[in-house]
């Protein structure tokens, strides 16, 4: 069968019974001991590396493109590997989110700088914490939300079971979602009451506004919508992530200092300049933390 009958099927399957997988994947969850979540993310993680062969290239060309030769042939075997371990336990994780969060909690909080967040905040117009598909976003989110108020900005995914299991998975640990083509008003509104805006704008998605941004070094086209509205609404931005903790503990939470777009200069030009900060300061923790990023994205699939 030629691939691309093969993948048309793989969805028909896929929207048949997926939704039926999904609901014994989160019945199951709530038997699975938390302790046990490392070990078998670090094996259904390597299982995947070995076995999707097309994506692990794909993983292997954009870690090649971000790094050059001077990255080794071993060290971008592990630095894939590690990415695909994170997405498995990232996975793993979102089926026991609530249980998930509920241990950070008792256990302090997750540790890390909550100052820049808080200090963004102190303006009393929100703050929009410009994130990424890092670590485990969803986990970062629900722990941003047990501190502040938080919303989400997402997109709509397919089929609409995996989608409503999503929106009631945030909605369980405090993050309520707004979708990319909802009324920007509902975001500005949520900016207004002094809520905390979370947006991953580190893919290549050609339906959204955006411009051509260096990131590792290749103009990489980037979502403006975060910068466009921090303008509109006058509301500071900070560059987030949660970085895994060695040992299997909590994440820590590392944060950027609160930056506006220059409500002086010219709108496209203030909007890009605070692109290009983010993505500065977004690519230096993907440098730090390679294996947290999802190198299978095909992050300069779109040419300048």
Same mark, same amino acid.
């Given at each position: ?69 001077? @990255? ?24 026991? @989110? ?101 947006? @991953? ?35 500071? @931005? ?67």
């Amino acid at each position: 069968m030629p691939p691309a009958r093969r993948w048309r099927a793989a969805r028909r399957w896929s929207r048949v019974f997926g939704p039926w997988a999904l609901r014994a994947a989160a019945w199951l969850s709530a038997f699975l001991p938390l302790r046990a979540i490392p070990g078998l993310a670090a094996a259904l993680g390597t299982l995947a590396y070995v076995a999707a062969g097309r994506t692990r290239r794909r993983a292997h060309e954009g870690l090649r493109l971000a790094f050059g030769e001077g @990255l080794s042939p071993r060290a971008r075997r592990e630095i894939a590997r590690a990415c695909f371990i994170n997405a498995a336990r990232t996975a793993i994780e979102f089926r026991c @989110l609530v249980r998930v969060v509920r241990r950070v909690v008792a256990a302090g909080g997750p540790p890390g700088d909550w100052a820049p967040l808080s200090r963004a905040l102190a303006h009393g117009r929100g703050a929009i914490c410009v994130t990424g598909h890092f670590g485990n976003w969803e986990l970062t989110g629900t722990l941003v939300a047990q501190r502040f108020p938080t919303v989400a900005v997402g997109k709509r995914i397919s089929p609409p079971a995996y989608n409503d299991f999503l929106i009631r998975r945030r909605r369980e640990c405090g993050v309520e979602t707004i979708y990319q083509d909802d009324s920007p008003r509902r975001l500005l509104r949520a900016l207004a009451d002094g809520m905390v805006v979370g947006v @991953l704008p580190d893919q290549d998605v050609k339906a959204l506004s955006g411009v051509f941004l260096d990131f590792f070094g290749r103009p990489a086209l980037t979502p403006t919508g975060p910068f466009a509205l921090a303008r509109a609404a006058r509301a500071p @931005l900070v560059t987030m992530v949660g970085v895994r903790r060695r040992g299997g503990g909590a994440l820590r939470m590392v944060a950027g200092e609160p930056f506006f777009v220059d409500p002086g200069k010219p709108r496209d030009a203030a909007i890009r300049e605070a692109a290009e900060r983010w993505s500065r300061e977004y690519e230096a923790l993907v440098r730090q933390h390679p294996g947290h990023w999802v190198w299978f994205h095909r992050r300069w699939k779109t040419r300048a």
